[in-house]
């Protein structure tokens, strides 16, 4: 009987170090994943996406890319104009390595994502292309996510903190705080910073609605030489991008967006909450890393002129190297880091 007691003591003993050295583990890589450093990477290492999948989401049917485990903590990433979600072809590998649940979706107007009825106007309102990511979260059944963007992207997640923020866990935001009215918009600015927004003066023009449906890929070209004049990307990258603005809708949301930012374009009476909020520019309060490039040739403020906008844990990185306005294509493995550092805020 002893010997009986002495065998059982002796298993549970055993039983009980295996216990507190599997949960020491788990501690342990719980805390490599909330603190660990994203791997180098170069960029333009990756040219594809392991997963292209489509959903039916709000008032589009939308293309996106996915990766990392079905179960991990959603990250959101979002391009702008005129780029497309081959802007994080690196990041999305390194953050799903991390193991983060990935979705890269195209906006509105890009790639493969459409609008499921004809008769929807092609609308290109910031604030719509809010609700349309708000969307798509209820239509993956993600409840909350960490969001990330830069340009057209940046505003949309800043948008979406602003408004929605029990749907936002944190925030990675290139040029910082991006939200803007059509009040705001009709302010003149001295003449230097407004020849940086000559395109925007173009397509308030019919002509200019013309000459971007035809050189669609020439004008977006140019777009990114100005914007990231120190990125020496080549064509092929250049071409995986400027398909997607081969959807039909695309010069349409365009031109909306930027004849709706001069109050030039009406918005649809359905958002006119929504943008009133906005106009009221409201601090946004989740936890949040701003990011800015040393060569971003695209018009943006200096970080401190946004960093009151900010209420929660914040910190800005400014990333050197050459690195201008399609920061996350660019510098990958910064923006990446960024977006594993504000989810552990």
Same mark, same amino acid.
Request: glycine share 8%; aromatic share 12%.
């Given at each position: 009987?002893?010997?009986e007691?002495? =065998? ?7 039983t009980?170090?295996l216990?507190?050295?599997a949960a020491?583990?788990a ?22 996406f ?19 485990? /079905?179960?991990? %903590? ?5 391009h702008?104009?005129?780029? /497309? ?5 690196d990041?999305t ?25 004809s ?6 309102? %910031? ?13 993956l059944k ?7 963007g830069?340009?057209w ?8 903190a602003?408004?929605w ?16 009215s059509?009040e705001?918009g ?8 407004e020849?940086?927004?000559?395109y ?12 971007? /449906?035809?050189?669609?890929r020439?004008?977006?070209k140019?777009?990114?030489?100005l914007?990231s ?19 039909? /809708?695309h010069?349409?949301?365009v031109? =909306? ?6 109050a ?22 989740v936890?949040?890393?701003?990011l800015?490039?040393?060569a971003?040739g695209?018009?943006h403020l200096?970080p ?11 910190? =800005? ?7 201008g =306005?399609n920061l996350?294509?660019?510098? %990958? ?5 960024a ?6 805020y």
């Amino acid at each position: 009987m002893s010997e009986e007691i002495n =065998h059982d003591r002796r298993r549970l003993l055993g039983t009980a170090v295996l216990t507190v050295a599997a949960a020491e583990l788990a501690m342990i890589g719980s805390a490599d994943a909330q603190v660990g450093k994203i791997n180098a990477i170069k960029p333009g290492t990756n040219t594809s996406f392991s997963s292209l999948k489509q959903i039916d989401a709000g008032l589009l049917n939308v293309g996106y890319a996915e990766a990392g485990p /079905d179960y991990g %903590p959603a990250v959101i990433l979002l391009h702008g104009w005129p780029y /497309d979600i081959y802007s994080f072809v690196d990041v999305t590998p390194l953050l799903a390595a991390a193991g983060y649940r990935v979705i890269v979706p195209y906006l509105r107007g890009y790639g493969t994502t459409r609008f499921l009825s004809s008769g929807t106007f092609r609308n290109g309102q %910031p604030s719509a292309v809010a609700v349309d990511m708000i969307a798509l979260m209820d239509a993956l059944k993600i409840q909350k996510a960490t969001l990330g963007g830069f340009d057209w992207g940046a505003r949309t997640v800043n948008i979406m903190a602003a408004l929605w923020p029990e749907r936002c866990k944190a925030m990675v935001s290139v040029s910082g705080y991006l939200i803007g009215s059509q009040e705001a918009g009709k302010m003149p600015l001295p003449p230097k910073a407004e020849l940086e927004w000559w395109y925007q003066f173009y397509f308030a023009t019919e002509r200019g609605r013309a000459g971007y /449906d035809k050189y669609r890929r020439d004008f977006s070209k140019l777009i990114w030489q100005l914007a990231s004049p120190k990125w020496n990307f080549d064509d092929a990258t250049f071409d995986r991008s400027a398909a997607s603005f081969d959807n039909p /809708d695309h010069v349409a949301i365009v031109i =909306h967006n930027y004849r709706w930012r001069l109050a030039l374009a009406e918005g649809e009476p359905k958002y006119a909450d929504l943008d009133k909020r906005l106009a009221e520019a409201p601090v946004i309060t989740v936890p949040t890393i701003t990011l800015e490039g040393d060569a971003n040739g695209a018009p943006h403020l200096d970080p401190s002129a946004y960093a009151k906008k900010f209420s929660g844990k914040y910190s =800005h990185r400014t990333i050197t190297g050459g690195i201008g =306005h399609n920061l996350p294509q660019e510098a %990958p493995q910064a923006f990446a880091q960024a977006v594993v550092d504000v989810d552990g805020y």
